[in-house]
């Protein structure tokens, strides 16, 4: 193409350096209009793309858990994988989590790369010593000589209506846990981008997605429908810039916040929005780094509140930018009660816009209790 354009340029006296120049432009422009250029696509059929290239680009991904072939995934997050790739690299399995997470992680030994789905991450609990004890510990324990490319993933945290037992969210447990990464999306290019990046990865990775979230629809731009899109592992994403208070949020609490940050917007305050995007590693340095920009610090998650990912992030910001807060650290999370079943109780149990609200208000001094 360029030799193309060179010839005509050169006919109609352009200079090589000019027309260097005028390539250079057009990549610069090109690029711009790549990056745009956005078209709407649920978090579920984000998830099937991501599922759907990487086990295309690599003989070695496969996937395996309960009703991911014949029926498509409980969620149909596994659409159309049994027709393209056959039952070996599609593996329905019986319900047992114990068992077939173990037969995913010996597989990751060998050096295959297994995608391990649970119908809820509430059933890995089952599975949970093959999680912890043999994916995270064994490159550490070998000595770097044994790495486990398998990632875990598959619905965390309160749906509706399906009460105490498969309600939790498991961001706070397996991110204290060394040796795992741990990545929870919320936008159908986070969920597309960090998928593809925990495939890839050689370590253990626990994704954690939102029942609620499969159906939702978010712009994705044209750069990340391109097969080679990755997101950082470790790095959060600003959703929304401000000045008066920052607010930390992940999965299904980042709509919440940016819900929150439209209301206190017409009331004077400038809300800050992270997208964590990873528990672990967290991004600690943007987190600092907003806090040390609006002097507040509102951490949402619908998880309980004791030892959370929100009581982490706040610990990081009294130890590396105490001297910056302007008022006390405020912590939005889940109850600290098993779920309630009860429709009007099951809404007290997690966190609301409104309780965003008021938070920043507290943390800006005004009358909000």
Same mark, same amino acid.
């Given at each position: 193409?360029?030799?193309?354009?060179?010839?005509?340029?050169?006919?109609?006296?352009?200079?090589?350096?000019? /027309?260097?120049?005028? /390539?250079?432009?057009?990549?610069?422009?090109?690029?711009?209009?790549?990056?745009?250029?956005?078209?709407?696509?649920?978090?579920?059929?984000?998830?099937?793309?991501?599922?759907?290239?990487?086990?295309?680009?690599?003989?070695?991904?496969?996937?395996?858990?309960?009703?991911?072939?014949?029926?498509?995934?409980?969620?149909?997050?596994?659409?159309?994988?049994?027709?393209?790739?056959?039952?070996?690299?599609?593996?329905?399995?019986?319900?047992?989590?114990?068992?077939?997470?173990?037969? *995913?992680?010996?597989?990751?030994?060998?050096?295959?790369?297994?995608?391990?789905?649970? /119908?809820?991450?509430?059933?890995? /609990?089952?599975?949970?010593?093959?999680?912890?004890?043999?994916?995270?510990?064994?490159?550490?324990?070998?000595? *770097?000589?044994?790495?486990?490319?398998?990632?875990?993933?598959?619905?965390?945290?309160?749906?509706?209506?399906?009460?105490?037992?498969?309600?939790?969210?498991?961001?706070?447990?397996? *991110?204290?846990?060394?040796? @795992?990464?741990?990545?929870?999306?919320?936008?159908?290019?986070?969920?597309?981008?960090? @998928?593809?990046?925990?495939?890839?990865?050689?370590?253990?990775?626990?994704?954690?997605?939102?029942?609620?979230?499969?159906?939702?629809?978010?712009?994705?731009?044209?750069?990340?429908?391109?097969?080679?899109?990755? =997101?950082?592992?470790?790095?959060?994403?600003?959703?929304?810039?401000?000045?008066?208070?920052?607010?930390?949020?992940?999965?299904?609490?980042? *709509?919440?916040? @940016?819900?929150?940050?439209?209301? @206190?917007?017409?009331?004077?305050?400038?809300?800050?929005?992270?997208?964590?995007?990873?528990?672990?590693? =967290?991004?600690?340095?943007?987190?600092?780094?907003?806090?040390?920009?609006?002097?507040?610090?509102?951490?949402?998650?619908?998880?309980?509140?004791?030892?959370?990912?929100?009581?982490?992030?706040?610990?990081?910001?009294?130890?590396?930018?105490?001297?910056?807060?302007?008022?006390?650290?405020?912590?939005?999370?889940?109850?600290?009660?098993?779920?309630?079943?009860?429709?009007?109780?099951?809404?007290?149990?997690?966190?609301?816009?409104?309780?965003?609200?008021?938070?920043?208000?507290?943390?800006?001094?005004?009358?909000?209790?």
């Amino acid at each position: 193409m360029s030799g193309i354009i060179g010839r005509r340029m050169a006919n109609r006296g352009i200079s090589a350096f000019n /027309m260097n120049q005028f /390539m250079l432009r057009s990549r610069v422009f090109a690029s711009r209009k790549f990056s745009s250029a956005a078209k709407e696509m649920t978090v579920r059929d984000a998830l099937n793309s991501a599922l759907h290239e990487e086990m295309s680009a690599d003989p070695k991904v496969f996937i395996m858990g309960e009703e991911v072939g014949e029926y498509q995934g409980a969620y149909k997050i596994s659409k159309g994988l049994l027709d393209k790739y056959g039952p070996e690299r599609v593996i329905d399995t019986p319900i047992t989590e114990a068992g077939f997470t173990g037969i *995913g992680v010996g597989a990751a030994y060998y050096g295959l790369k297994p995608i391990v789905e649970f /119908m809820t991450f509430n059933f890995s /609990m089952q599975a949970i010593d093959h999680i912890i004890n043999s994916a995270a510990k064994s490159n550490y324990m070998s000595a *770097g000589q044994i790495s486990v490319p398998i990632v875990f993933r598959g619905p965390n945290g309160a749906a509706a209506g399906v009460g105490a037992q498969h309600s939790q969210c498991y961001a706070a447990w397996y *991110g204290a846990c060394p040796g @795992l990464k741990v990545l929870a999306p919320y936008s159908s290019e986070d969920a597309r981008g960090l @998928l593809k990046a925990a495939i890839r990865d050689p370590d253990p990775v626990v994704f954690l997605e939102n029942e609620l979230l499969y159906g939702e629809s978010f712009p994705v731009s044209a750069e990340a429908l391109d097969s080679s899109f990755c =997101l950082p592992i470790g790095k959060s994403k600003i959703e929304r810039e401000g000045k008066d208070v920052t607010i930390t949020a992940f999965s299904k609490m980042v *709509g919440y916040a @940016l819900k929150a940050a439209e209301i @206190l917007a017409k009331e004077g305050i400038s809300a800050e929005v992270i997208n964590l995007r990873s528990i672990r590693p =967290l991004d600690r340095p943007t987190i600092n780094a907003s806090v040390r920009k609006t002097n507040r610090l509102v951490t949402v998650e619908e998880g309980f509140p004791q030892h959370g990912v929100g009581a982490e992030i706040c610990a990081s910001v009294v130890e590396d930018s105490f001297e910056y807060l302007d008022a006390p650290v405020e912590r939005i999370s889940g109850a600290d009660v098993p779920m309630p079943y009860a429709a009007n109780l099951e809404r007290m149990a997690v966190p609301q816009v409104e309780d965003i609200v008021r938070a920043a208000k507290r943390a800006c001094y005004r009358a909000a209790k």
